[in-house]
């Protein structure tokens, strides 16, 4: 029979003794129990359950027309043909519905039971239980007020990970409507949380049991970053989350800012750095281009505009390993492939920055054979092209290129890619104007500075070092002549300070000593005490150290192989002697005498050492052995050994060595050295 068709019992009774009611069906808990015989049409239910509806034991009349006139209208249907269906198939009921009592009153109840079959499989009994969730559901309802005022998304999955609930924020999200979310499979109605972090993180809640704090990104048609907490629950798994895209947006572009300020700085400090080095220009664009990948593209080309007025390509990068070696062959080729109109070209002519949105179309379809083939292997789809224009003057060029899976260069990196041509210019322009101008000055300092005599007896070598700052010239010489008697005479001065003040000073010292020195008989303490005299004289108001030394031999020194040398030391660093036999003698005299120019009437004295033909004289000024790294005493130390240990090296090779020895990491003040070596003598 149907359950709407069950005929009335007037007394209301059930056919079965209470025992064979469910046991579940306890009082003190607030649940009634039901017994439904399907053959005959009765309906017996417990006192709690007549409560629960709202009947008396004398007003219940045991029928299936008692139960559905307490249903609420809304849900009779929906009540009914739950409990049809369950009885057709013979499977467990289990429904929710509203009730109506005759106060008018509306409660929720949850009524469960199960059918019960003979043997022939014909249904024949629904037993079962039911209770108020009225209270429950009002929980329910505020908990789904709240959940809907959230401003956050929120849903549940069930434990087969269908949507078990979405809250409007997350319909807004998610861009569906419930009917299409609930029940649905995550899975399959958003397939790219396949494989992806959302999967990861939401099965090991799961899995695990603890909650899960992640931040992911879902691809079109949502194309956005959320941030997701995800805790699993005994129906499943719940999931709050926020559209995190604008701050992801805006942390981007901090992150990008932050690393075009950092490029910015990199680029002067590198830049700066390379064209104080051995590198020079090239070596400093090189740098340059390696330096803005990736942070302005993804692969750059710097060209440099010659004197001659000729464009080279002098340096690339790409942020692919595997693709330098294309982009450099492509720097090779380009500018004898490229059309007269071509961006780099135009940025040149005209100093302006050129932005070329399609660069296939606007270079690529120009190009034929291996440029053609290296140029659509890299692949380009924009570029900014920018002149490096420093005090009005073209310099070369930065051609900075994207590929298709970046955007357009915006405002932003155009403007950080114009700082960054802008620097480099200034910097190669500085650069330029600093080796004019030190060139100058070196010439300046050489053309005072004169060859060195070339006596058969001997061989002089000199040696000037320069370590120039723009155009300040240094006040450190030599000089080495013969006098009239033949004797060579050896001279090594540092006038103090550095610029052109000293350089001036060091030309009218060194030829007003020449002077004096040029005659006969002259000794060194002579020639330093009527220098002084002279400097005082002339209110030059100079000072300086010197040292002079000459060369002496007697006809009984020439047979016995000796050699005689006399000096005089005003203030200036020892000289050497390198004997013939590899012994290395400092010539420090007597007490350290006065400078030139503190006191006029200060007495000069000399020293004179005698040794075998073969050694060597070594003058020098203190850049060599003085410094911000070395002091003066442990600098000529190191001199020593160092020209104890080059004393077989012909004596030009010798000089270059002591100080490249002694000066390895370069020059940090002016160097100036004269040496002499004595011929054995037949």
């Not at 000289?575 to 030139?596: F, I």
Request: with cysteine; aromatic share 6%.
């Amino acid at each position: 029979m149907r359950a709407d068709e069950a005929p009335p019992h007037a007394d209301g009774a059930g056919p079965a003794a209470p025992g064979a009611r469910l046991d579940q069906a306890i009082d003190a808990a607030g649940i009634g129990s039901f017994d439904c015989d399907l053959v005959t049409g009765r309906l017996s239910w417990d006192d709690r359950l007549l409560e629960i509806f709202g009947y008396d034991r004398a007003d219940f009349d045991g029928t299936f027309a008692a139960f559905t006139a307490r249903v609420h209208p809304d849900d009779l249907v929906r009540a009914v043909q739950t409990l049809q269906c369950a009885v057709d198939e013979a499977r467990e009921y289990d429904a929710e519905f509203r009730i109506v009592l005759p106060s008018g009153e509306t409660r929720w109840v949850q009524a469960r039971g199960r059918v019960l079959a003979d043997e022939a499989g014909v249904p024949v009994r629904l037993l079962g239980a039911g209770f108020d969730t009225t209270d429950h559901r009002h929980e329910d309802a505020r908990v789904a007020r709240v959940l809907e005022t959230m401003r956050s998304a929120f849903c549940l999955f069930d434990r087969k990970w269908r949507f078990a609930y979405v809250n409007g924020e997350a319909e807004r999200l998610l861009g569906r409507s419930r009917e299409e979310l609930l029940g649905g499979s995550l899975w399959e109605l958003y397939p790219a949380t396949v494989g992806s972090d959302f999967e990861e993180h939401y099965r090991g809640a799961a899995a695990t049991g603890r909650e899960r704090v992640f931040e992911a990104y879902y691809p079109a048609p949502l194309d956005a970053w959320y941030e997701i907490r995800a805790w699993p629950g005994p129906d499943g798994l719940s999931v709050y989350f926020l559209d995190v895209t604008e701050r992801r947006n805006a942390e981007e572009r901090a992150r990008e800012s932050a690393a075009r300020l950092a490029l910015i700085a990199e680029v002067s400090a590198l830049t700066a750095e390379s064209l104080e080095s051995a590198a020079g220009e090239e070596g400093a664009l090189r740098r340059l281009a390696a330096a803005v990948v990736p942070v302005l593209g993804d692969w750059t080309i710097v060209s440099l505009l010659g004197e001659d007025g000729r464009i080279r390509d002098v340096g690339s990068w790409h942020r692919d390993p595997a693709a330098r070696a294309a982009t450099s062959r492509y720097a090779e080729l380009r500018l004898s492939a490229i059309q007269p109109d071509a961006p780099v070209l135009g940025a040149l002519a005209s100093g302006r920055t050129m932005t070329v949105e399609d660069v296939p179309g606007a270079v690529g379809r120009t190009l034929t054979g291996e440029a053609a083939e290296t140029f659509w292997l890299l692949a380009p789809r924009s570029a900014v092209t920018l002149p490096m224009v420093a005090r009005g003057r073209t310099l070369g060029a930065l051609s900075v290129y994207r590929s298709a899976d970046r955007p357009l260069a915006g405002p932003d990196d155009v403007a950080a890619a114009q700082e960054v041509a802008s620097r480099v210019a200034l910097a190669l322009d500085n650069a330029r104007l600093y080796e004019q101008q030190r060139r100058l000055a070196e010439g300046l300092q050489r053309s005072l500075l004169t060859a060195p005599p070339a006596p058969d007896s001997a061989e002089i070598v000199v040696r000037y070092r320069p370590a120039l700052e723009v155009a300040e010239v240094g006040g450190d010489w030599y000089d080495a002549f013969l006098q009239p008697g033949g004797a060579p005479m050896l001279v090594i001065g540092d006038v103090v300070g550095h610029d052109t003040e000293a350089a001036a000073a060091m030309g009218q010292l060194r030829g007003l000593l020449r002077g004096i020195a040029y005659r006969h008989g002259a000794g060194p303490a002579q020639v330093l005490t009527e220098l002084e005299v002279a400097v005082e004289g002339l209110g030059m108001r100079t000072m300086a150290t010197a040292a002079i030394a000459r060369v002496e031999q007697s006809p009984a020194q020439r047979a016995a192989g000796l050699t005689s040398l006399r000096w005089s030391n005003a203030g200036h660093p020892p000289p050497l002697l390198l004997h013939a036999d590899g012994r290395v003698e400092e010539l420090t005299g007597g007490r350290p005498e006065l400078m030139l120019g503190v006191d006029p009437a200060a007495a000069r004295t000399e020293n004179v050492v005698t040794f075998r033909r073969g050694a060597t004289v070594l003058l020098y000024t203190d850049g060599l052995v003085e410094g911000r790294d070395l002091p003066l005493d442990e600098g000529i130390a190191r001199l020593r050994v160092a020209l104890g240990e080059l004393a077989g090296e012909p004596l030009d090779r010798l000089c270059d060595a002591v100080i490249t020895r002694l000066r390895p990491q370069g020059l940090q003040d002016d160097i100036a050295l004269v040496a002499i070596r004595l011929h054995p003598q037949d």
